[in-house]
């Protein structure tokens, strides 16, 4: 999250316009990022139990299929981009100036997407092989890239084009290319826990088969989250750009809050996987459980800052001073779901890694749509709240998600999936 983050910074200083913009056409390349990153889960988890069984060579053929997945793909996103960028922004009710800041992003990013689409597949590889160590030096390579590069295209220093928020979305594509090539190259050429080779390669249906049905419940879910985080954007438009950039804010707040626990919960899951295939399920439960308690001892001493420091951590972004007023309050409500922040990620990360997906897309679609979605809209409508409740409903709806997905995980019938 460190790359779009610096590029709110930035763009913050261009007006509320440009956030909202940027934070709606965000939104929808998450909603595609999603469902990359649910794609990446059907390969972890295959990947890791050949790891685990001790089959390297099978390992190495599910990572080359993943590829030939990630392929057809990225064909899509380019016709997204290129004729649906400004519709999909239209469709949302944005006041003029903000379908025309957010449609230039979008477009860029949604072009440029397969770079990123391979580049995640990359590091999903060695993540589930256990090499997490190098995936994270190319991560910190590529963005210090991106970091030192944004200023210049956004603003137009030194002898680099003014772009505006074009130019952050030309960065990301720059800085995601960079990323692929590095992660190619260290699997091509064996300094990870796997050496890829197109010796042999062919497609394979069975295997892609797998893959696809291991991820398809994944994406489900991955995409319905996407797609209800533009549906509460839409409740929020009607309170003004002043709450759809405040909003947007908060939500990179909240996302850079939760990679730990995507993060770890990716840890304890490829961990799971490995000893399932190892066939000690006790150990695989356990990975977990660790990984669970340190995110939530890393979410309450974020929340305890929030609570603290809020406006100080909106202005950050540098935006105008109505925006950080209704920015901080999103944030302190936000806070008060922080103590069960910690296991809707981990969780779902680690079942969805070990092959287990349709239980946490059961969870979040039911939280989401049955709970966080009408609570949301009825809020604003029944109390005096006004946006406000948009933000409380998101809270409650979070937690019914996380009690789920911690009672499932409980009964450890995951420990019996078959991939």
């Known amino acids: ?30 909603l595609l990022n999603s469902m990359m990153m649910s794609l990446n889960m059907g390969s972890r988890a295959m990947i890791a139990r050949f790891i685990g069984s001790g089959d390297i060579e099978g390992a190495n053929h599910v990572a080359r299929q993943s590829f030939v997945i990630v392929a057809a793909f990225a064909v899509i996103l380019v016709p997204i981009g290129i004729f649906l960028a400004e519709p999909i922004l ?54 210090v890239f991106h970091i030192i590069l944004c200023p210049f295209l956004i603003f137009g220093w030194w002898f680099f084009p003014h772009m505006g928020v074009s130019g952050a979305a030309m960065t990301n594509v720059l800085s995601q290319s960079l990323g692929l090539v590095l992660g190619l190259m260290v699997l091509f050429r064996g300094r990870t826990r796997l050496q890829l080779s197109l010796k042999g390669f ?55 809050i939760m990679m730990p626990g995507m ?18 399920p006790d150990r ?22 929030i609570l603290l420091w809020a406006e100080s951590i909106i202005g950050i972004f540098g935006p105008e001073p109505a925006v ?20 809707e990620p981990v969780l779902m990360v ?37 946006v406000y409740g948009v933000r409380w409903g998101m809270v409650v709806g979070m937690f019914f998600s996380a009690l ?4 499932y995980f409980k009964l450890g019938r995951w420990k019996h999936k078959r991939v």
């Open 1 to 30: 999250m460190l790359g779009p983050t610096i590029d709110m910074i930035w763009v913050g200083r261009l007006g509320a316009a440009a956030i909202a913009g940027v934070g709606v056409s965000g939104m929808a390349v998450m």
């Open 90 to 143: 239209i469709l949302m009710g944005l006041e003029p100036d903000v379908v025309a800041e957010g449609a230039a992003y979008m477009r860029i990013l949604f072009v440029g997407g397969a770079a990123m689409a391979f580049r995640m597949m990359t590091e999903g590889i060695m993540q589930a092989s256990g090499d997490s160590i190098t995936p994270m030096w190319l991560a910190v390579t590529f963005r």
């Open 202 to 256: 062919r497609i394979d249906p069975v295997i892609i088969w797998r893959i696809v049905r291991i991820a398809l419940p994944a994406s489900i879910s991955g995409m319905q989250r996407g797609l209800g985080q533009l549906v509460i954007m839409w409740f929020i438009v009607p309170y003004g750009t002043f709450a759809v950039a405040a909003h947007t804010l908060c939500q990179r707040v909240e996302m850079f």
């Open 263 to 280: 993060g770890l919960g990716m840890g304890g899951g490829v961990l799971a996987g490995q000893n399932l295939g190892a066939g000690k």
């Open 284 to 305: 695989a439960g356990k990975s977990v459980w660790l990984a669970l308690a340190v995110v939530e001892g890393f979410v309450v001493f974020c929340a305890a800052a």
């Open 324 to 343: 950080v007023e209704v920015g901080s309050v999103f944030l302190r409500i936000a806070a008060a779901g922080f103590f069960v922040f910690s296991a």
């Open 350 to 386: 680690s079942l969805s890694n070990v092959g287990d997906t349709v239980p946490p897309m059961l969870a979040t679609v039911l939280g989401f749509w049955m709970v966080q979605v009408p609570l949301a809209y009825f809020l604003p409508q029944l109390t005096e709240l006004g």
């Open 404 to 407: 789920a997905l911690v009672i």
